[in-house]
């Protein structure tokens, strides 16, 4: 009979609105003692919500735990309350094993210490002596590919790197739970295949693992069983493909607006939070998103940063998570390059007609500061389809079109010769 190393009987979360606390790791603590832990002044309202509600699961000791869900559906939330992060509000999350997590960009490593240190102090948080990191140290250097930086204080490391040297951390250093939040959605995709290759090889090691991911086709591949949150609850449970199922018919009817009206609320952090983000077609005649159609995406949000010079990048991927294209808003006029004061904006990208194929899309958006630094990130923030009008196409031919692209190209045919005449000089 299989071992359970997680039983999660109850799990709540509530958070107040506008409490947002920033998180202080045991790392932190261990590193300065001197460092009161940080605690934002909070505004404390009456508003609640709750980020997960009545979360009952098991985990069998080698399973590989897919965790799919939309924006704010609570599965960070749920992360975080196994790596001990923050505290449950109610029910309990009974834990086997070491753990180890690779959660958001900016949780797992302490900034002034340089890529070296903060392996050591990784390895001793996992409780493993200083010999066996020792074993480990190399492997997880060449994993992370970023040797030369290796004596350099990690703050000075671009996110990329960062992600690099805590996913080859978190995978090396043998936690019997390893606890992966979108991670792959930072690297280049030569990486994200290396850390699913890698997970893939943890797992079949006996060890557990519960990876948080918008990548349907990572946790169809990667996951022996998958949950889907809704709400802050459990809304499928079981074989990965089903509940992959579920979860998209769900996203379908979809999301061609999403709204967060209450800043406090809505997603970002504490430079950047979502206030609304829109589909609009922009051609006057047309009804609705087909290959034909031009449109727009616009994006509503709030900076709280003020002097930040801000642009938007934008990815767009299909189901099979292929990336078709990323665009930045480097080339627009008004305030690109400018500092951004503080209050709501609105950026809109406009997407030509006759270039998308039918099928469903989805966009990730990350905000960049000073043209490379990252300041926030959304994964798939909006869900769309296009479709496509029968009776717009010509001739009688009604399968579907492959490739991920269907622009429409310009073609030319002309009749140059009768089969008598001769060729050579054409
Ligand atoms: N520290 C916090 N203080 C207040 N509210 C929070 C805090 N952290 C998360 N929330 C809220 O809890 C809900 C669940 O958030 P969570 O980050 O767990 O979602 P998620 O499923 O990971 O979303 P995403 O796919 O965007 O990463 C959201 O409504 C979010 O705004
Ligand atoms: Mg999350």
Known sequence: ?????????????????????????????????????????????????????????????????????????GKST????????????????????RVGSLLEVGTGFHPELTGRENIYLNGAILGMH??????????????????????????????????????????????????????LAVGDAGFQKKCLGRMSEVSREGRTILFVSHNMHAV????????????????????????????????????????WEDMAAAPGNDAIRMHKVQIQLTEDEAEQLTVWTSFKIEFYFWNLEPGLKLNLSMRLYNFENILLFNSTSVFESHWHG??????????TCYV???????????????????????????DNLLTFEIGEEEASRPGK????YVGVVRPFLQWETEYIADPAHETKNV
């Open 338 to 347: 400018k500092p951004f004061k503080k209050g709501l904006y609105k950026s």
């Open 220 to 259: 169809r591949k990667l996951c022996s069983r998958a949950i889907f949150l809704e709400n802050g609850g459990i809304e499928a449970a079981g074989e990965p493909g089903t509940v992959i199922n579920n979860y998209l018919s769900r996203v379908k009817d979809a999301q061609l607006s999403q709204v």
């Open 1 to 73: 009979m299989c071992e359970k190393v997680l039983k999660i009987n109850n799990l709540g979360k509530k958070y107040f609105i506008g409490e947002r606390v920033s998180y202080t790791a045991l790392r932190d603590v261990l590193v300065s003692k001197l460092k009161a832990p940080f605690k934002k002044a909070a505004s404390r309202e009456k508003n609640f919500i709750w980020a997960l509600r009545d979360v009952t699961f098991d985990v069998n000791d080698g399973d590989i735990l897919g965790i799919i869900g939309r924006n704010g559906a």
């Open 130 to 183: 200083r010999t066996e990191i020792n074993r480990k140290f190399d492997e997880i250097v060449a994993f992370s590919e970023i040797e030369k930086f290796i004596d350099t204080p990690v703050k000075f490391y671009s996110s990329g790197m960062y992600v690099r040297l805590a996913f080859s951390v978190a995978a090396h250093l043998e936690p019997e739970i390893l606890l992966v939040d979108e991670v």
């Open 78 to 97: 749920l992360l975080k309350i196994l790596s001990r992060i923050t505290r449950p509000t109610t029910g309990s999350a009974e834990i086997r094993g």
């Open 397 to 400: 031919w009604y399968g579907k």
């Open 352 to 378: 030509p007609g006759k270039l998308l194929n039918d099928g469903m899309y989805y966009i990730d958006l990350l905000f960049i500061k000073d043209t490379t630094t990252r300041v926030c990130h959304f």
